[in-house]
């Protein structure tokens, strides 16, 4: 018994120094004075020897961890108002939940499990691309549908992949663009490059199980893979500006040059499966009901994108939980789960003759513009990247001779001018 208690308080200690959480002098009930930590230790300089009147073996292996853990393992930042860090980081009508910047890179990983006005961006993606890879697990598993990859499974491979790569970056993203300006922008052009692999990703999924006969002979058919492909890559390079570009209070066009983009891509994307639902019947495939659910879902998503609800209504209410982009996550991750699901049924109704209508070489070198596109997409984003390096080191300079300069009061006159008329001709 005594050596179980021994062993309970000893965890006990150990969890303590995990949170790093001061331990008290006094022993937690139902423990033995002698497990209980203390500072009255002294250490012999002479002899070495270590004279402690209320540490036993057990006890001083947990305050040896204790010394080591906190070093990695750092106790959560509180979050900040909107006014307490840089205008970058701010959304519209977010007042509170912000993180500090220039932590190190462990405390924005750490903040995974901390409540701020990230938490459920973060999470909500993240278990739908553990969703999504489980489900595509379990439908090619032994109790699947005995799934192989050849030329005509290699494109829902790739539409699997694009998922989880699109919700692994809006993750990455999410959690740690706090942590300084340039970290904030590189993530976010992530971000988009993982947005436009999903885009192409779909499309190439679409145009090969969704679509029928008609719409493939037709002009849009004919085009419709390479109009794609430029239509990913241009949505990801004009977020990537955009997002450079424009500075807070944000201009209207900012949003329109995102939106724009993407919502041409995404007519187009879905073209082959508004055909299937214009022209058949619903009862004759389970898949168009699942096709129909996604478009609702994702216009209901850009809704959300588009527009700051419910926070306009309500600042400061809705920062932590339920605020407008959380609301466009879980939307988009159920769009994702009914695209998922109605891709696996087309699947398996278009397999069998896939091969025969398209030729296995012209499969592959489809699916081979997946990563040329993917390619293009991370190098206009690097591109972009070091614009934004170059950006943030001529205003670190300019900030510099304004505070430091012989003519400080004078500039510094100037600047706040400047980012008046700015400001105005923004609103305007």
């Given amino acids: ?51 402690s009147r209320s540490l036993s073996p057990w006890t001083w292996r947990a305050t040896t961890v204790k010394d080591q853990i906190p070093s990695t393992l ?51 993606h993240l278990l739908a691309a553990l969703c999504v890879t489980l489900r595509f697990t379990a439908f090619v598993g032994p109790e699947g549908q005995g799934f192989s990859v050849d030329a005509s499974s290699l494109p829902l491979v790739l539409y699997v992949l694009s998922a989880v790569t699109y919700l692994s970056c809006s993750t990455a993203a999410h959690l740690l663009q706090s942590h300084s300006e340039l970290a904030h922008y590189s993530l976010f052009f992530l971000d988009y490059v993982g947005v436009a692999v999903y885009q192409y990703g779909c499309a190439l999924a679409l145009w090969l ?31 990537c500006y955009a997002k450079l570009r424009f500075r807070r209070p944000y201009p209207l066009h900012r949003k329109l040059c995102q939106l724009l983009p993407m919502g041409v891509a995404y007519l187009l994307d879905i073209s082959p499966v508004a055909h299937r639902l214009a022209t058949h019947s619903w009862s004759s495939s389970p898949a168009l009901l699942l096709h129909f659910l996604q478009v609702v879902l994702f216009l209901l998503s850009a809704f959300f994108f588009s527009c700051p ?50 030729g296995e070489e012209r499969l ?21 990247r070091r614009q934004a390096q170059l950006q943030l080191m001529k205003d ?33």
């Fill in 396 to 428: 670190v300079t300019e900030s510099f001779f304004i505070d430091r300069g012989p003519a400080a009061s004078l500039l510094k006159g100037w600047g706040r001018d400047h980012v008046t008329q700015k400001q105005e001709v923004a609103v305007l």
């Fill in 74 to 124: 750092p106790s959560p930042q509180p979050t900040l108002r909107d006014v307490e860090v840089p205008p970058l980081f701010r959304e519209r009508f977010i007042r509170s939940g912000y993180r500090p910047a220039g932590l190190p890179w462990r405390c924005y990983a750490l903040s995974l499990f901390q409540l701020h006005n990230e938490t459920l961006n973060v999470w909500s």
């Fill in 309 to 358: 609800v419910p926070e306009r209504f309500s600042p400061g209410r809705f920062d932590i939980i339920g605020h407008g982009h959380q609301l466009f996550h879980i939307l988009l991750a159920l769009c994702t789960f009914a695209q998922q699901e109605a891709l696996f049924q087309d699947f398996l109704w278009r397999r069998p003759a896939l091969v025969r209508e398209f």
């Fill in 1 to 51: 018994m005594r050596l179980l208690t021994h062993c309970v308080c000893t965890l006990l200690a150990c969890c303590s120094a995990l949170w790093g959480v001061s331990p008290s002098k006094a022993p937690p009930p139902g423990c033995d004075s002698m497990l209980a930590f203390s500072s009255e230790v002294s250490l012999s300089e002479g002899s070495g020897n270590i004279h």
């Fill in 364 to 384: 592959l070198l489809s699916c081979a513009s997946f990563p040329c596109l993917a390619l293009c997409c991370a190098l206009t984003a690097f591109a972009m």
């Fill in 209 to 239: 199980y969704s679509s029928n006969a008609v719409w493939m002979q037709s002009m849009l058919g004919q085009v419709y893979l390479p109009a794609a492909a430029f239509l990913a890559w241009f949505s990801c390079a004009a977020c």
